[in-house]
């Protein structure tokens, strides 16, 4: 079977080649589509196909032994695998219509081709790395590659700020990344992940190993309080680029943490109740701050930081559960994070794949600007409705299951581990239900203000591609299948959780495979729902008549919530830690010709925490004034001085 994957990824290399090279760009971009379309759907049928199948650990390619000490196909390698290209899927296939808009744009739209295809190989063969250095490769190539397609519109001032600051940090967390890595090689004396092991008794060699790997991979994954680089790269990046950055990129960051739990296995259980508590704020702070925000985009990119913030606390459970051995939370906590690493790629992927179909039409990410939308297009405000409902966590979508599984996970350690863990996962369980009614407000909000009422501005037509339409049905299908059947993902994770090596023996879990009640129910409220649908359909046809208006003979746009005023309230509990701006024009006389008021929130991270250093680290390197000599023999003289200085550290490493 591993023909399919050398096929899949000669595909991909051939989009990559056919994008810098034919003519004209349309043509470019059609071979684009075609070449990448099956190849990822062949890797992804790759990956199912292993999965059940797998030994302990495997080798990528066995039928080519040289290559068994790079590559290997592991349960978790798998499942990301598939998790990448089942989302990759209906992105490049929506790609041609949000493009074609971009010929134009002839070079930049092959420079974005190609960096977009070496970005989805590198990911892919990212997660399939047995070899540490070979690892940091691919990481630093999807780095590089993503941040190439940042800088699709690099005329635009925000795209030169956001991409600057993309670059810098995930660059922090690949040397963190480095220096993990080779302490692990000294520690296990090999750079093979198979062989990579480090126990508690290392003492602070193995604290400091563990914090290196949760901060270096976790910043990948966007958790708080080293988040702000999401809010900025997701609104900046094409709509396609934005999707992927979301439903693959930052989830490379939670393979990364699944990866530190092997390594460091087995954690304390500090450990574990730390990265719930961590979690919980994240997810917590990124509903609320999402709740507050105007832009679609960056709303959605807050979203990424929530749910990263849910599957952090799947972990958390996990990690517990290994510390207390205890299997039924290790199957709950990491199963719920898996699955739920599934489902945010999903529904994630189908929501920003839909911001920018609106951005196309309004030409705004504003959402104070849109309305009306269900009169334009309503089969695409469903599917836009799919999703909505699927990240909100609502039955009988996809998000609920997974959620479910963390939920169980709450109530199963409270009455395994007793002491003060009932009291500690009450508390977690009620703050999941708060950013669970957080998310319900949110999207309430912008499918309200987008799609409901009148326009807010002038639109003589809202198109939705066919291509579009096709990508977007994909990812709703999937929504809505996952939660009414989610048995065969659930199947998937069983062989994943089983091939483990976290030092604990797991049997089956029973509740995994139990799930045929529940899927009657959720089917059975799936026809329901259809049938008052049908109901009111044919009811409506016979209106005659428009609403009433509360006596006003035509409604406009300014009788209408705004995205600030509908928030408001829930804002303002927490406006100190929102840092939420208020800027208002109240009415002077009692017919007044105009008022305005509008809510602006920042970021604590940004404004309290990186402004002021990056602020006072400019200050210190301005003091020095020979570091602006424009004398190129200084040049020279530094990068001499750099060259000594890691050769020495390298020398000393190596032989002392």
Not at 237 to 265: H, M
Not at 517 to 525: E, H, I, R, Y
Request: aromatic content about 14%.
């Amino acid at each position: 079977m591993d023909i399919l994957f050398l096929i899949g990824c000669s595909l991909t290399i051939a989009g990559a080649v056919a994008a810098a090279t034919v003519r004209p760009v349309a043509r470019a971009l059609r071979i684009f589509i075609i070449t990448l379309v099956p190849g990822l759907a062949l890797n992804a049928c790759f990956a199912m196909s292993r999965i059940a199948s797998l030994p302990l650990v495997s080798p990528l390619f066995p039928s080519v032994p040289w290559t068994e000490a790079w590559f290997r196909a592991d349960g978790l390698a798998l499942y990301f695998l598939l998790v990448i290209t089942t989302v990759a899927v209906p992105i490049v296939l929506a790609s041609d219509s949000y493009l074609r808009h971009y010929i134009a744009k002839g070079p930049a739209v092959r420079a974005f081709l190609v960096s977009f295809a070496l970005l989805m190989l590198s990911t892919q063969l990212l997660v399939l790395a047995n070899h540490a250095i070979l690892f940091l490769v691919f990481w630093e190539v999807m780095t590089l590659c993503a941040y190439l397609g940042l800088l699709f519109d690099k005329e635009k001032e925000e795209v030169q700020r956001g991409s600057f600051i993309y670059f810098a940090v995930t660059h922090l967390a690949t040397f963190i990344l480095y220096i993990f890595f080779f302490i692990l090689n000294a520690h296990s004396g090999s750079w093979l992940f198979t062989d990579m092991h480090i126990a508690p008794d290392a003492g602070w060699i193995y604290i400091g190993v563990c914090t290196l790997g949760f901060l270096g991979f976790g910043i990948k994954a966007g958790f708080m309080p080293v988040h702000f680089w999401l809010p900025w790269a997701h609104p900046i990046a094409p709509t396609v680029l934005s999707a992927f950055l979301s439903a693959v990129i930052i989830k490379t960051g939670i393979y990364g943490i699944f990866r530190v739990i092997e390594f460091c296995t087995p954690l304390p259980m500090w450990m574990g109740i730390v990265i719930l508590a961590g979690s919980l704020f994240s997810a917590l702070f990124g509903v609320w701050y999402a709740l507050a925000q105007h832009d679609i985009k960056k709303l959605l990119a807050y979203h990424s930081i929530e749910n990263i913030g849910i599957i952090g606390i799947g972990i958390g459970i996990g990690v517990v559960g290994i510390a207390a051995s205890v299997q039924s939370l290790v199957w709950l906590g990491f199963g719920g994070a898996l699955f739920h690493t599934f489902n945010h790629a999903i529904f994630k992927s189908l929501l920003f794949l839909g911001s920018g179909i609106i951005y196309r039409n309004f030409g705004t990410r504003n959402i104070e600007a849109m309305g009306g939308i269900v009169h334009r297009a309503p089969w695409f405000v469903a599917l836009f409705l799919v999703g909505s409902l699927a990240i909100s966590g609502i039955p009988p979508f996809n998000g609920f299951i997974s959620e479910f599984l963390i939920y169980k996970g709450f109530f199963e350690s409270a009455s395994a581990l007793g002491t003060y863990f009932p009291l500690f996962m009450l508390v977690m369980a009620v703050g999941l239900a708060f950013v669970g009614g957080l998310a319900l407000a949110c999207f309430t909000k912008i499918d309200s203000v987008m799609f409901l009422g009148t326009e807010r501005s002038a639109l003589a037509a809202f198109s939705v591609a066919p291509a579009d339409y096709a990508a977007l049905g994909f990812l709703a299908f999937l929504c809505v299948s996952f939660g009414v059947y989610p048995q065969p993902v659930l199947g998937m994770i069983t062989s994943v959780i089983a091939i483990n090596r976290w030092g604990i023996p797991l049997e089956p879990y029973a509740m995994f495979a139990q799930w045929d009640v529940m899927t009657l129910v959720f089917a059975s409220v799936l026809v329901a729902i259809a049938c008052v649908f049908a109901v009111k359909t044919v009811r409506m046809r016979s209106r005659v008549a428009h609403a009433w208006g509360c006596g006003y003979p035509l409604q406009t746009a300014r009788m209408q919530y705004t995205a600030s005023s509908y928030a408001d309230e829930i804002n303002s509990i927490a406006a100190a830690m929102l840092h939420m701006e208020e800027h208002a024009e109240p009415p002077s006389t009692i017919f007044p010709a105009r008022s305005r008021f509008a809510s602006h929130a920042g970021d604590f991270a940004e404004d309290a925490l990186v402004a002021p250093l990056y602020r006072t680290i400019v200050g210190r390197i301005n003091s020095f004034e020979y570091l602006s000599r424009t004398d190129i023999r200084f040049y020279i003289l530094f990068m001499l001085i750099v060259v000594l200085v890691y050769g020495g550290v390298a020398i000393i490493w190596t032989y002392f």
